[in-house]
């Protein structure tokens, strides 16, 4: 497991991450087609993803230049609030991280935070009304599992928090839903082998640009 000290959002934090698999997107990696003739087929998100990872394999930089989005930016403003507000609540202490690869930096994660010697944490800043609800009145955090899951996978920790902030909502002490997960190892070893075949996709992308005339 290889540390970055750099601060997530920042241009060593994009250029770390270049063409590398990052566990935000684990889902979309992983994404089949579910019917039609090529059913069980990478979704075509998923081969866009793929080739943008190829791209930067060659060109060492992020395709989008580091570019963020307004949510991004939210996100990234909102995230110190978010762990204070999760200290307070839990009465851990959260170091704060910036990105974790595996050794051959084909696999990376940008944790939030390391509690403790097995845990971690990951802070979400939704606005949109159907991921609030599922997180506040579904109590369900499963659209975001693949990622900490795979937090757990590239860090070897055990357990992980997640944390939905929501300034919005202070007004009736709920701006901070949060939860514990352990790590599931099923989830993780049918994930790594997905994970694993998606590589071989982004390879095949990458050795077809540099050999194309």
Known sequence: ???VECEQGSPEWHKERAGVITASMFETARAKLKSGPN??????AALDYAFRLAVERISGSPLDEGFQTWQMKRGNELEPAARMEHEIQSGLLVKRVGLVLTDDRVFG???DGFIEEDGGSEYKCFLAPEKLRSFHIDNDASGIMDQVQGCMWITGRKWWHIGMY???LEPVGK???WQEFKRDDNHIEEMESELWQFKLLVDSYETQLRTAR
């Open 1 to 3: 497991m290889i540390i």
């Open 39 to 44: 059913k069980g087929q990478p979704t075509s």
């Open 109 to 111: 994660a940008s944790a």
């Open 166 to 168: 929501c300034p919005a």
């Open 175 to 177: 701006q901070l839903w």
